[in-house]
C-alpha cells in the first residue's frame, strides 16, 4: 500500500531562517505530488505541484520554493521565511493520472517568530 | 475562475439532526468533486466525491448532491453524531488537470 511521510512535523523559526520541508511516497511510482498550505481558519492553498522530477509548477507568488530531486521526494523550502509564512504545511500526492482523490501527509506546523 | 464558495463556515446541530454544507463554483469544465473532513491538527481525509456525470451519490450517513447547471454540490449528513464535529471541505478538480482547488472550510459542530 502506499504511504506518504512528511516532516519535521513541527518546527518554530525566527524570521529571516531558512526552511526545508521534506517529504516522502512509498508504494507508487510517478506520483503527482503537492504543498499546500493552511493558514489558521483558513482553507488549502495550493502552493506547488509536480507531475514529475524536476518539475515544479507553482500557484502562487511568494518567497517559497519547490524542488523534486527524486521521484517520490518533494521539497518546500525558503531562503528567509517571514511572519506570514507560519502556518500549517501539508504535502499530498495523487496517481499519475491525475483528476481525482489526493492523500495527504500528516501536515508540518511551522511557526515563525 | 477556479475558486470554490463554500457555506456555512460555521454550522452547530443538534446529535441526532442532519447538516447540509453547500458550496458553488464558476467554472463549468470542472468534474470532480471530492469532500474532505479535517479532524482537530490532523490531515484531511476524502469521505465522499462526485464526477459531473452523477447527480447523487450516497455512503450510509452522508450523501452529496450536485447541479451542474446551477454550478452547485452539497454534503449533507444525517443523523449526526458527536464524532461528526470537525471541519469539511469542499473541492474541485482545478483546470490543470492535477491540482485540487479547496473551499475555505466549514466548521461542523455537533452537540449531545
Known amino acids: 500500500s502506499q504511504t506518504i511521510h512528511q516532516w519535521p512535523a513541527t518546527l518554530v523559526q525566527p524570521v529571516g531562517s531558512p526552511l526545508s520541508l521534506e517529504c516522502t511516497v512509498e508504494?507508487?511510482?510517478?506520483?503527482?505530488l503537492y504543498w499546500y498550505r493552511q493558514a489558521a481558519g483558513r482553507g488549502l492553498q495550493l502552493l506547488f505541484y509536480?507531475?514529475?522530477?524536476?518539475?515544479i509548477s507553482s500557484e502562487v507568488p511568494q518567497n517559497l520554493s519547490a524542488s523534486r530531486p527524486q521521484d517520490r521526494q518533494f521539497i518546500l523550502s525558503s531562503k528567509k521565511l517571514l511572519l506570514s509564512d507560519s502556518g500549517f504545511y501539508l504535502c499530498?500526492?495523487?496517481?499519475?493520472?491525475?483528476?481525482?482523490?489526493?492523500?495527504f501527509g500528516e501536515g508540518s506546523r511551522l511557526t515563525v517568530l | 475562475g477556479e475558486n470554490v464558495e463554500q457555506h456555512p463556515s460555521t454550522l452547530s446541530v443538534q446529535e441526532g439532526d442532519s447538516a447540509v454544507i453547500k458550496c458553488t463554483y464558476s467554472?463549468?469544465?470542472?468534474?470532480?468533486f471530492p469532500w474532505y473532513k479535517q479532524e482537530l491538527g490532523k490531515r484531511p481525509q476524502l469521505i465522499i466525491d462526485?464526477?459531473?456525470?452523477?447527480g447523487e451519490k450516497k455512503d450510509q450517513r452522508i450523501a452529496v448532491t450536485l447541479n451542474k447547471t446551477a454550478k452547485h454540490f452539497s454534503l449533507h449528513i444525517t443523523e449526526t453524531q458527536p464524532e461528526d464535529s470537525a471541519v469539511y471541505f469542499c473541492?474541485?478538480?482545478?483546470?490543470?488537470?492535477?491540482?485540487?482547488?479547496f473551499g475555505k472550510g466549514t466548521s461542523l459542530l455537533v452537540t449531545p
Open positions: 499530498a500526492w495523487s496517481p499519475t493520472s491525475g483528476g481525482g482523490e489526493l492523500f
Open positions: 508504494g507508487t511510482s510517478n506520483p503527482n
Open positions: 509536480s507531475v514529475g522530477i524536476g518539475q
Open positions: 467554472d463549468s469544465a470542472s468534474n470532480y
Open positions: 462526485i464526477r459531473s456525470n452523477v
Open positions: 473541492a474541485r478538480g482545478s483546470n490543470s488537470g492535477y491540482a485540487l482547488n
